[in-house]
């Protein structure tokens, strides 16, 4: 297994429109997200990452919603400029966060998904959509033919490794739901679209090449509560006798 951190920069994806059948990803993906988010509630919504910015969340229950981006890849849509690995936010400041395909172009993974953690609220919601290697996208990545190589470049981890990161962390992982069941070497066409994806979705439903985290941010107080019935200890020696012992000796 190689290890998540990485010291090669990998030029990150900006736009929906550079992957392949990248309108389709978006529709799938937005609907997903926006369906999870009818379960969040709050006061803060970050989204994090300039395709996140794409996804249409004005169904979502909450109101004040932030898109955060780094200098290179911000659009009219970003409204924080910062590091994806260094969240300008402080902690315990956001209830939900949408992040979406962050970790495939991030040199240290990890430490985006700690800064995650840092700035989320107890019980608070993260939304997390990665591209599953272990689906009929892995055929695309070993084609030598294929177009659009700076999207084949990024990394690819697999999904109980993904979780395994989240619940080290603190997250428990409470939805996982697979989209777009397609190699994405070729277009799609309208009319096979759904009856491609109903065929694979059927016979392997883990093996869609977007997979979608629902996971919740927990923490238990460290504090030992104390009980408040107080317990009066009497010294009871095992052998009874010993005092007796004791006096007839002297």
């Known amino acids: 297994m190689k290890p998540a951190l990485g010291y090669r920069w990998i030029q990150p994806v900006e736009h929906w429109q550079e992957f392949p059948n990248g309108e389709l990803l978006k529709q799938q993906e937005n609907t997903s997200i926006s369906h999870r988010l009818n379960l969040c509630f709050g006061n803060h919504l970050l989204k994090i990452g300039s395709l996140a910015s794409a996804i249409d969340t004005t169904t979502c229950r909450i109101n004040h919603q932030i898109s955060l981006a780094n200098l290179a890849s911000r659009t009219e849509s970003t409204g924080v400029v910062g590091e994806i690995d260094e969240l300008p936010f402080v902690q315990h400041a956001i209830d939900t966060a949408v992040v979406s395909h962050v970790l495939e172009f991030s040199a240290d993974p990890h430490q985006t998904l700690r800064e995650v953690h840092r700035v989320l609220m107890p019980n608070g919601n993260l939304i997390l959509t990665v591209f599953n290697p272990l689906s009929l996208l892995l055929v695309g990545k070993l084609w030598p033919f294929k177009s659009n190589k700076s999207f084949w470049h990024c990394r690819l981890f697999s999904i109980p490794r993904i979780k395994d990161w989240l619940n080290l962390l603190g997250f428990e992982v409470i939805d996982e739901h697979y989209l777009c069941h397609s190699t994405l070497l070729g277009e799609i ?46 010294f009871q020696p095992a052998v009874r006798t010993a005092s007796m012992l004791d006096h007839d000796k002297n």
């Open 189 to 234: 066409k309208e009319q096979k679209k759904g009856r491609i994806t109903n065929m694979f979705a059927n016979i392997a439903p883990k093996m869609g090449s977007v997979c979608v985290l629902t996971a919740k941010k927990r923490e238990w107080p460290l504090t030992p509560i104390r009980p408040r019935v107080r317990y009066r200890t009497v």
